[in-house]
């Protein structure tokens, strides 16, 4: 929760007159996301939201996020609309960083989700799924399957410095995702958000009124895209699972897309890979991240408790599917 | 630029239900102010601020803080006004902190001010203290000249390792201005803002539209609150002093309230006082922040520039006055 770059009145100002917005009559900094530097941008045309790309997003991966959202928003799924300026081109530069200028989406991100709330956004998600069936960009997963034993190389340590005897357990979750998922290429793709964490859904009371931060947003299995939610909606902060908010996600989703036999057969082993794909990189951050960074890692130890729990289930019906 | 305190949907809405308000539809956390935790609310009646005060505000401050708005709002002074709640208090408690709504105002905050802005902000700095003139309740500055001697004791090292040589500077400031301000008492006094910075200054292009964050109003000479904007908005980020800016500031002040001859005389000290608050406070911020702290303290040694422009000064006919 960061602004990492400073935009001036003169290059926003100049940046303006590029779009047919009008003149800002509000810019401020906002709390939210971490990877980027978003600004709150009021003009006498309408609200908007203004993203600085930093360096950890790549250039290339930009025209992609880009046209999925102008593709979703087309197609009746509901996210922040990137604005294209006169020229016809969204993707842009400001201070010296790529930039873009989205429409801005009402809505209130759940702190503590609901129940009522997780059943729509399974539906919210297989909304999405269906809005991006004939998207036909395609971008690898970076953070996929393939990339997980990447980043447990040399982490053991780390692992085991945060909880004795962590590191086997990983390995072997690492063994069991390699065996169980390998042979699993025949579940349904297509493109996914790979991170719709509560605060990338907004809602207003228990409606679900759309999804941001689609810059994890690639081609991979759709039930994976499920399985992430699951790990971020349906854990308590405490680390308990919550059967009923899982029960409501997987039946909110398949009330538009029933999940295909394979898919639920891999579902328990979805959800492992899912929690090892943030335990992999939260145990990154953590030690990687220096003392004095601007924004606080976050704890990779609630998904070690995930972890323990994927690792017992037996189905989908475990997860209340 | 942080927020140190989360509100969960369920607190909000429950807060909300004690207004007349309705219920939000937008509500994110802003990157403004270090010393409170602010969101931007958006409900189906309007667009407002919700601050939560921190542990550093003295909650007996808080309804000074609040009735001051409610004054300046209602004699013309244009800042966030504070939303009285169903039962009249607009001072409510949320997530355990004590709480405000206000207003949103319109204007972005420069990040470099030019010099009109600077013509318009004495403008405004004088139409803030006509404003509050019969403004009844008082309150005493607590960073004013007395605590300055308490803040610098036992820092004189610290300030030696910023800048070999710097303690005693800042002993000779301190004398020189115990002496020269003591006999002062009889400047006129009032309410002040006392930390009118650019980013609590909102303009629409080069037009003064309103002030924010009057967190360290106090009752003081109302020449210091013109003295604290020459530092704050007369130095480029390099140190150099900027004559036609701070010309234009006291141009401005004076269209509307012109000095009387002992705050002209005074104005040198009163500007080298200034920096000494802001070069004081940095200070402990700069040597008493943990390294992991959320929000990076400023570098002090930008008021040791400022100071030793200020040392040169003979008359606010310096300051282009």
Request: proline fraction near 6%.
């Amino acid at each position: 929760m960061a602004v990492y770059t400073n935009v001036s009145d003169d290059e926003l100002a100049q940046f303006l007159t590029e779009y047919d917005l009008c003149e800002a009559i509000a810019f401020k900094g906002i709390a939210e996301g971490v990877e980027n530097s978003n600004y709150y941008l009021e003009t006498t045309t309408g609200r908007f939201i203004l993203t600085l790309f930093e360096k950890r997003a790549n250039p290339a991966d930009l025209p992609y996020f880009i046209e999925l959202k102008q593709h979703l928003a087309a197609n009746g799924f509901s996210c922040p609309l990137p604005v294209a300026a006169r020229d016809g081109e969204a993707l842009r530069t400001l201070a010296g960083r790529p930039a873009v200028i989205v429409t801005f989406l009402q809505g209130l991100s759940p702190r503590v989700p609901n129940a009522p709330q997780c059943k729509e956004l399974g539906l919210g998600l297989a909304k999405l799924h269906q809005a991006a069936a004939d998207f036909q960009m395609k971008r690898e997963n970076s953070l996929g399957p393939d990339s997980w034993p990447v980043m447990w190389n040399g982490r053991a340590e780390s692992a085991d410095a945060l909880q004795p005897g962590l590191a086997d357990k990983i390995s072997a979750d690492l063994a069991a995702v390699a065996t169980g998922l390998s042979s699993d290429s025949a579940l349904p793709r297509g493109t996914i958000h790979a991170d719709l964490f509560p605060d990338n859904a907004f809602f207003l009371g228990d409606k679900f009124t759309g999804a941001i931060d689609f810059y994890f947003a690639c081609t991979d299995a759709l039930a994976y895209d499920l399985a992430v939610c699951v790990n971020a909606w349906a854990f308590e902060s405490d680390g308990a699972f919550n059967y009923s908010k899982a029960t409501n996600l997987i039946a909110g989703y398949e009330s538009l897309r029933p999940l295909e036999p394979n898919e639920k057969q891999a579902f328990p082993l979805l959800c492992r890979g899912a929690a090892l794909r943030f335990f992999l990189t939260r145990l990154i951050d953590w030690t990687d991240t220096p003392a004095d960074a601007l924004v606080k890692p976050k704890d990779p130890l609630a998904y070690a408790d995930r972890l323990r729990f994927h690792r017992t289930a037996q189905s989908i019906s475990d997860y209340g599917g």
